[in-house]
Structures are given as structure tokens and as C-alpha cells.
């Protein structure tokens, strides 16, 4: 093999004839493959180029939302009820601190940094991405924060953030009519979500979680804005490209009449109970108070688990809004009702008289009904038997009408269903009726029942609210209302007033009727209560038994635990000839409605009709005088 | 070349092909526009690559004075003394990101896979050449071990890329030699046949990651999809003129690894869109076809074989690096060839480009 290798012959031009087929052969392919890559790129660059530049996009395109500022709740003269207060706290940089621990040192002598902050910021630096912002420390005083900006210069890195936070500045005053608003919770971001609202939350940290915050929180809340910033791959902002404003939550006016508010809440005095007034024109609640009551603006800065567990476990029950939610036997506030249906049905006239020995008894049946009067009152009118609160005159007269009449009867006057008003946290009350019994006992109803619930005892329960918007019925000749709390709403910079929900009027038989029962209630006010007033008044108490004694007992309020004791209650209008108030009051357990609540509903009114005519109160409202 | 001049010109007494020159310039210039935009404008980086430019052109003006001759006499030699010292890396070399690439020489680093990727298409062109052409084929058992030895050396360390740009400027030498088209179909056939043996037996586990990426590389987009789609992304978002030098978003917020080098095509993509890439292709398709012009006219089948070899090389460099980036082929470290940022790579091929003047400028004019 080797010899003949040697001697093999180069043949030079057909191998560099060769050689250049094979070159040519090679550029071809050469051409053909940078093809195949212009192909490739042709795809990518020219066919696919919308949606790899949308990609490039999504990569370097932030979108920052920015919170809408709060619209603000007044009262009814413009007095700031809930506010955006700013906010401190002081962050850092990850990335800009050297050495955390020993610049929390010097910072302490500043600003103190509690154990707790400086272990919590220590163990939250370990998650944290080195370039953004996080807490050092929440809710600077004012002193806090000038101490630390003058000697912000000895701790780069840090800083302070200015943010918005509700405040409301009367603190538990009027907590279970505005609510407050609270951090963003999952049940929250659900109910956003399936409201399709969720987007406009982004930037949004609290949200209204009860009252007037929660109801209106469509219109408190308003539209974010947001910032489109350039980022690189680590996420930091290169630049802002482009920034639409937020646009703010409505400022909206409630009914409330602050002053009424105040002096409602001092009457109350801290003692368990619920004053509701309305003004009878609109159907607007002029003041609702809850007693006892909580400070709303701990549940914005997030309540500490003692501080909630105290507030559930009381049993004076603060959480709970009395004015809509508790449920009360209306007792004698009722009768003026019972009487206008006995009237409306025929069962008794103006006229008519009832002997009442100090008891009532169902014919054949052995079981006395007590009146309150030991030794009763003897022959008593309608108008006698509202003065003196004759509960014989209305066992006879529920006895006659019997429960199906009243029931439909106490329907119109809004007893047993929510009034509608405009905060989430409202019961229905019970107006029992034979279903409603059937349904809720499986039993059949008794007459027994139905004499209970002709004074306003027995299954009948009704809220302050409802006690407060009959009354406005009574008042009113019918006229009814939703009752309330919004009055206008600010667009820009005008003031729409909201529509007021007047419903169909509660229309009577014979009208003369309206006139005998509200002149019975002004004849109950002005020949106790009342009877040195200044001006008109009507009214009717009520004392509502919590607790059934025996037959043969009686009842003796020192005797019995204070839970267990009666439960005060009134009604009351004012002026009578044109009324622009009413209201309703019930104490808890505090015994006599007209030794405890009377005073109550005089001083209310007192306050509300005497004084000083400022130019804004109601200027220009219809008035409705009684014909 | 009617001239068959006896008094060369300046060009061929400094032995400069000046339409390659003009062309390599071409690209070296686009290249610092390119890392000047990629490494964020940084001065000392277009500095360093500044001087590794001079550097290696100062070395093709030095090789092209070097007779073909010198070449063909030193390359065996050469070959094992690269053998060698790829033995000495795989017992002593510098581990550096997971593979042993590099000799510590005391005073510096050294990848003697560079020193092959040049000294074996030379070993190999002087090997068939010594044959009459086409070469027979009891010879290429002799070339099968030259090529095997180094190839498997190299993709040992592990260094996939290297290992192809040995093994293909070796197969080129082959071809170019006339080796029969029956061969070339049945070694074609070997290599598809030996994908599965590669694919389970000797491919690492991250290389076969990086095949799979490449087939679906939004499987794992954060982690070794990550490279391709952003690549891509970049590339695709260039549309047809590009977003503008110094204002590709990709490349400049860092959506983009590795852009100043291996990735600096996606860069261009981005910047100058479809009409920049094609003016790059435009500009690579000179300098290959003036290397193969170069080639069918040297003098001796060695010359023709190792010009030939090197251009073909180039081009390699070239598809696999641009494959790579615009996610056809799977990602190997290949840079783009005079244009991505770094040393090594740039002075391999400027040395190649000064065998390939060298071939140019030292043909005897001899009536024949």
C-alpha cells in the first residue's frame, strides 16, 4: 500500500476544478442556510411583531395604581363628620443600609423603635426585595416626625410616607350610623370580585365595613388613577411614562343634625339604649344613637385582638346598633296605634267607654289581665285610656279586633318588615301574626297571644327605628317616608340632594281618625311631661316587661336583677301643629318609660325646637301643617 | 487579475486581501456600535474591546506575513502539541463554571481548544492533501482519528460548541476535498443514526435541558426557557427598522442576558430590526464568499482545503450563534463572530483570517 501511495499523481487542475465545484456546492448551502435563518427572522420580526412587541411591553410596563382619596361625610349643616387625616410612617431602602441593626440603634434615640417593630422589620428585611420600601415604623406623631427630619440627613435610606387615613373626629358618637372602614379582607376582595368592582380597588387599602361607610362605599370610595412606569428586570423603576389622576370619592351630607347627635348621646348618659329622631317632613334621621358605643377610628388602624374580644364579649353588647338592630316590645308606645285601628275597624268610637276594675279577663275564662293600675281607672274613653296608658281598654279592644286585623294593620306602619334604611345593619322586628307563629313554633295562635300583643307585648318586637318611623306616620296623617341618613351628594362642586323615597300614603277609612288619636297623644304630653313646654308637643310612653312576672306577683324593681328589669320606652312629636320632629327612646331596664325616657324626649326636643333659629336648620323645607 | 503584475501593489507587500479587510472592518465596527449600546454605554468596556481588536488585527497582519508553507511544515507538530495540552486540561485544567476549559500558566489562562480549533483544519488539510484528490477511502480512517481525538477531547471538558466548530472545520476539509458523495450521504446517515447514542450516553444533562428548551421554552420561562424567550422577545419586538440604537428596551432595562455577548444578535434584532439583521447577513455573506473566492484561488490543493476550511468555520460560527439566539437551534456558547464582546473567540478567528491573506498574498504569479 505505502509504495503505491507515494507514487499516486497529483493531478492539479482536476483537483482544483474539483475544489471549486465543491466551493460552489458549499456557497450555495451557504446561502441557503442564512435563508433559512432570514426566514426565521422574518417570522419573528415581521409576522409575529405584534405579539412579541406586546410581550417586550408587558415586560418593561408597570402600571401602578394610585388610590382615590375618600370622599368625606358631613352632617346635614355641614359639620365634618368623617375626614382623611395624613398619615406618617417612616420606611427604608433595603439596598441603601449598610448595616440595619446598628442604624435602628441611632434612630432610637430619635424616634424610640419598640422591640417589637425593630424584631418585626428584622424578620420582614429576610423577605424583602432590597430595592422597595418597607416599614419601619406606623403612625408618627407630628413630633415624631420633624424630630426625624431634621436628622434625616444621618440616616440614608430611610424616609417618611405620607398616606391618608380615615378619622373620625367624633370618635364613638355616632359609630353605629358611619361605620368605619377597615383593611381589605378576603371576604371583602370576594365580594368586589364577583361585583366585578375588584380593579378599582388595586391601590385601595381600607374599605367601609359598616354604617354609612359601607352603604355608600360606591360613592366614598371613587376611581384610581395610576402611573405607568418603566422597569428594568429587578423591577425598579427606570421611569414614569405616563400618569392619570385619581379621581376622588363624593363628599356626601347625611340628615344627621350634629348638635341633636351630641345632645341625644349625653343624654344617654353611657346607659344602655337607642334615641332615633326623624324629621317627619322627609323621612331624613336627624340623630341615631346607640349607647353604649365604641371608637370607631381603632378598627381603621386595625383593633388589636384584646381590644375586639373585650368589645364582643361585653354584655352591654357595644358592637350592636340598638337604633336598627335591637328588638324591643314596643309596649305602650303602641297603643295610639292599636287605638287608631280600633277606631279604623269600628270596634270602638271616640266615644265609646270601657269599665276597667284593674283587670281584664276573657269572657268565661278565669285568668285576670292586670292593668298597671292595681285599682284601675275606671270608665275610660279612647282619649282617656292613651293618657293614662289604660291597658284594659286595649285587652278588650285587641280582644275584639283580633290578631289577623292587627297584624295587617301594624304592617302599614312599617312594624315587622326593615324600614329600608340606608345602612346595612337593620332587623325586621317581629309583627306576629298566626303564620308567622305557625312557621316559626308550629302552634296554633291563642287568644292569649293576641291580648299580649294588643299592649304591645307578647312576640311583638320593633326596633327604635321602626317605633320612631310610626310615630312619623302617626304624626304625618299618613304620610309615609323611607327614613334615611343621606341628604345630598357633592358632584364637583354642587350639591345634589338625593331623592327622598316617599312611599304611598297609609290611607284611612275615615281621616277625622288620625286627628282623635294625635290630640289624645298631645293631651298625654301636655298633662305631664310636657306641660310646661314652650311650645306643642305629643307623646306616649311605654314600660315593657323583660322579664313575665306571675299573676299574683309583684313587680319591684329593687328586687330583681337589672337585666331583668323593665325596659323604658317613648314616642314623641313636635311641634304638634306642624311637626318637625319625632322621636323615639328606649332605655334598657332603666323601669318607668315615663319617670325615665319622658325626661329623655323633653330635653331632646327641648333642644331641637328651642333653639336658636340658625339660618341653616331645614331653611326652606315644606311644612305639612295639621288641617 | 489580467495584470499578473511582477510589481505588487502595497496591499500585497503588507500581504492584506483588502476586500476581506474592508469586510471584517464592516463588522468589527458594527460589533462596538452594538456592545457600545449592549454593555450600557460603558466606556472601559469599548476600551478593552477596542484594544482586543488591535490586538488581533496586528496578529492576521502578522500571520498573513507567514508563507502557506510554514503552516503546512508545523501543523502536525502543532496538533499534538495541542492534544497534549487538552490531556493536561482534563487532569489539571481550571474548573470555571462547571467545565475544564482553561491551563493556569502561571502568568496566564489558556484554553488550548483555541490552539486546535486552528491547528487542526491546518493538520487535516495537510493530511488529505498529501493524497491525491478526491482522497480514497482507506484514508479516512487516518482523518476519522484525527477528528475524533480533539472533537471528543473538547466536548469532554464539556464544551459542546468548540467541539462542533472543531469537528465541522475538519468534515469541511473532507468535503471540500471531493470526498464521494456516497460517503458524505452515509456519514450524514452516521450522525442521525448516532443522535440517539449521543442523546442518552454521552450528552449532560443540562445539554439535553437545553434541547428540550428549545422546543418548548415557554415550559419553563423563568428558569431555562428564560434566555431564549427573552431572546426572542427582543428580537421579535424589533419589527422591521428596529427600536433605535441605544433605545432597545429589552437589552437596556436587562430583560436580556448575556447581550453584550453570546446574545448580542438579539440585541441587533431589537435595535435595528429586520432591515439591521439583514444588512449583518448581507455583510457576512461578503466575507464568507470573498473566503471561498480566496480559496478556488490558491494554488495548492493544502491552501485551497484550509482556506476553505476556515471560511466555512466562520459561517458556522455564524449559523449556530444566530440559530441560537432567534431559538431554531439549541443554545451553545458560540459567540457571534467579530462582533460579540470578548478576547478568545476574536483572536482565533483574525488568526484565521491571516492563514487566509496569507494564502491570498503569497501565490506565485508563474505563467503556466
Redesign the interface.
Known sequence: MAPRKRMAMHNHAAEASLFKRRAIFTFICVVVLLCILFTNLYQLQILSYTDYETRSNDNRIRVVPVAPSRGLIYDRHGQLLAENQPFFSLELIPEKVTDVASTLDALNEVIEISNDERENLLEALKYHRRFKPITVKNRLTEEQVAAFSVNQHRFPGFSIDAGLKRHYPYNGLMTHVLGYVGRINNRDQAALQSAGLWKNYAATNDIGKQGIEKFYENLLHGTPGHLEEEVNNRGRTIRTLKSVAPIPGQDIHLTLDLQLQKKAMELLDGRRGSIVAIDPRDGGILAMVSSPTYDPNQFVHGISSKAYGELLNSRSRPLINRSTQGQYAPASTVKPHMALLGLEDKVVTAKTRVWDPGFWQIPNVDHKYRDWKRWGHGWVDVNGALVHSCDTYFYDLAYKTGIDKMSHFMLQFGFGERTGVDIFEESAGIMPSREWKRAKYNQPWYIGDTISVGIGQGYWTTTPLQLANSTAILANNGQRFVPHLLKSVENDTTKVDTLIDEMPPLELKDPRNWEIINSAMKDTAHKSRFVDAGYTAAMKTGTAQVFTVAEDEKYDADTIDEHLRDNALIIAYAPYESPKIVLAVVLENAGWGGANAGPVARALLDEYILRDESPTVTAGAPNNDRP | MTAHSYRPNIWQRLHIDLPLLLGILALMCFGLFVIYSAGGEDIALMERQLVRIGLSLAIMLFVAQINPEVFRRWAFPIYIAGIVLLLGVHFFGEINKGARRWLNLGFMEFQPSELIKLAFPITMAWYISK????PKK?YLAGAGVLLLVPTLLIAKQPDLGTSILVAASGI?VL????MSWAIVGSFVGGVLAMLPVLWFFLMHDYQRTRVLTLLDPEKDPLGAGYHII?S?????????WGKGWLDG??SQ???LPERHTDFIFAVI?EEF??IG??LL?AL??YV??RG?VI??RAQT?FA??LA?SIT?TF?VYI?VN??MV???LPVVGVPLPLISYGGTSMLTLMTGFGILMSIHTHRRFVDR
Open positions: 493524497f491525491p484528490l478526491p482507506r469541511f468535503f471540500l476535498s471531493g427573552q426572542k422577545i427582543a428580537i421579535g419586538s424589533g419589527g422591521l428596551t429589552q432595562l436587562e430583560f434584532g430590526g429586520l439583521s439583514l447577513l457576512y455573506l464568507i464568499g471561498l480559496a478556488t490543493s485551497r482545503l476553505g466555512l459561517f449559523f444566530i440559530g432567534s431559538g431554531i
